[in-house]
T-cell receptor
Framework: KNEVEQSPQNLTAQEGEFITINCSYS?????LHWLQQHPGGGIVSLFMLSSGKKKHGRLIATINIQEKHSSLHITASHPRDSAVYICAVSQMNRDDKIIFGKGTRLHILP | DAGITQSPRHKVTETGTPVTLRCHQTENHRYMYWYRQDPGHGLRLIHYSYGVKDTDKGEVSDGYSVSRSKTEDFLLTLESATSSQTSVYFC?????????FGEGSRLTVL
């Protein structure tokens, strides 16, 4: 079993829909990261969080440390949001170790 | 944006030749990482560094070596490239928690 699991693996939605991507992890963490990768593109850090909730524009990330679960929400989705979203965790007491989920491929239809 | 650059961005080489990829940062961050990204595998750690001359192996280190003689540069070397090392290589840096990625180096080994 992977230490970081994302769901769904693939998601297709219509423009304007509210999107939720989930991430569950099984290790103790010091931080959780949400990353975005457009097709053929580089990897961009969207959020780093260790508790609560963060918002940036139409993107919202939440984390529940007790349940070892995080969600990434996109409001009013747009075709330019089409990308792979990757959840990653920095393992507690292991500054070197970052564990990546396999990513969620999001496709927003116009 | 964090100052992290990779070179070369694209390279085609032949089996058995040595290849060196360079990651350069201007952020003075302690941690630097080399990952490879392949379809179906996500990001896999090759090697990482936690300081000048301090490096350690990741999960897919066979066939790769690294060096870090200066804080700003982390070199990844394929001593004798093989077709299985055809991949996209990403460098990452980590400062006070947040992750920053280079734009990737696409390597093709014929």
């Amino acid at each position: 079993k992977n230490e970081v699991e994302q769901s769904p693996q693939n998601l297709t939605a219509q423009e304007g829909e509210f999107i939720t991507i989930n991430c569950s992890y099984s290790v103790g963490i010091s931080a959780l990261h949400w990353l975005q990768q457009h097709p053929g593109g580089g990897i961009v850090s969207l959020f780093m969080l260790s508790s609560g909730k963060k918002k940036h524009g139409r993107l919202i990330a939440t984390i529940n440390i007790q349940e070892k679960h995080s969600s990434l929400h996109i409001t009013a989705s747009h075709p330019r949001d089409s990308a792979v979203y990757i959840c990653a965790v920095s393992q507690m007491n292991r500054d070197d170790k970052i564990i990546f989920g396999k990513g969620t491929r999001l496709h927003i239809l116009p | 944006d964090a100052g992290i650059t990779q070179s070369p961005r694209h390279k085609v080489t032949e089996t058995g030749t040595p290849v060196t990829l360079r990651c350069h940062q201007t952020e003075n961050h302690r941690y630097m990482y080399w990952y490879r990204q392949d379809p179906g595998h996500g990001l896999r750690l090759i090697h990482y560094s936690y300081g000048v001359k301090d490096t350690d192996k990741g999960e897919v280190s066979d066939g790769y070596s690294v060096s870090r003689s200066k804080t700003e540069d982390f070199l990844l070397t394929l001593e004798s490239a093989t077709s299985s090392q055809t991949s996209v290589y990403f460098c990452a840096i980590r400062g006070t928690g947040e992750l920053f990625f280079g734009e990737g180096s696409r390597l093709t080994v014929l």
